[in-house]
């Protein structure tokens, strides 16, 4: 649904807060055959043609778009794929304190939008791109704030070690794929701002250290993921 006018969110807005209308459990969960890496090196090598989900964010910035990248990393550990993500400082300008992939805003000096996610990872969370093997792109995915998104699927080698850039990140955890492509563990959230309903997906993880509340983009663009690996 769309909001009625350009507006920022509130300033004590809490997403967890906000009610759950809807499980998706009823949806397939992706297949452990097509969670495998020759599944995976072999969908985006076949150029699968597909239907993404979500696109575009209702629009709360009135900034020109700015174009982004991320990287989704696949980290092969031996019981199965993970997905490294990070959550960013209290104190950044966009999206503080919240749980996103490594990336940002392309440079000048960028080649492309892979280039851009490979520089940001390493900027980041230290990550070598000899240990990565990049598998393709999804679509543009435009968040809210006017950052227009290619997110970047890469293999990364299970040897990397972590350094983050303190300045940028927080926390650096992993959660298994096979988590996140089940649609059981997608949950709708319906709220009323600026006069109208907006409604996005969050994806909550608890592991050893806590809940991972995995929402907004990047939960977006996981739900993306999942229909590629599906249709």
């Known amino acids: ?14 997403p967890r807060l906000v009610p759950v209308v809807g499980v998706d459990s009823q949806l397939p969960k992706v297949s452990v055959q097509a969670l495998q890496v020759p599944s995976l090196v072999q969908r ?21 778009p700015v174009h982004a990248s991320v990287l989704v990393p696949l980290v092969m550990r031996d019981n199965g794929l993970t997905v490294l993500l990070t959550q960013r400082t209290s104190h ?51 968040t809210g704030s006017a950052f227009l998104v290619t997110p970047v699927i890469a293999l990364i080698q299970p040897s990397h070690i972590v350094t983050a850039n303190p300045f ?12 996140l492509m089940d649609p059981a563990n997608h949950r709708r959230h319906l ?35 999942y229909r590629f690996l599906l249709d």
């Open 168 to 179: 940028e990140v927080a926390d650096v955890f992993e959660v298994p794929l096979s988590f």
């Open 191 to 225: 709220m009323e701002w600026a006069g109208s309903q907006r409604e996005w997906l969050s994806m909550p993880y608890v592991d050893a250290t806590a809940e991972r509340f995995i929402w907004g983009a990047t939960a977006g663009m996981l739900r993306n993921f």
């Open 44 to 64: 985006f090598a076949s150029r699968h043609v597909w239907t993404p989900e979500l696109l575009e964010e209702p629009r709360f910035s009135q900034r020109a």
């Open 92 to 142: 950044l300008s966009s999206h503080s304190g919240q749980i996103a992939f490594p990336g940002g805003k392309a440079d000048p000096g960028d080649a492309d939008a892979i280039e851009t996610a490979l520089r940001e990872a390493q900027e980041e969370v230290g990550l070598e791109r000899g240990l990565v093997q990049v598998l393709g792109t999804l679509p543009i995915y435009t």
């Open 1 to 14: 649904m769309t909001i009625s006018r350009p507006t920022s969110p509130p300033l004590n807005f809490d």
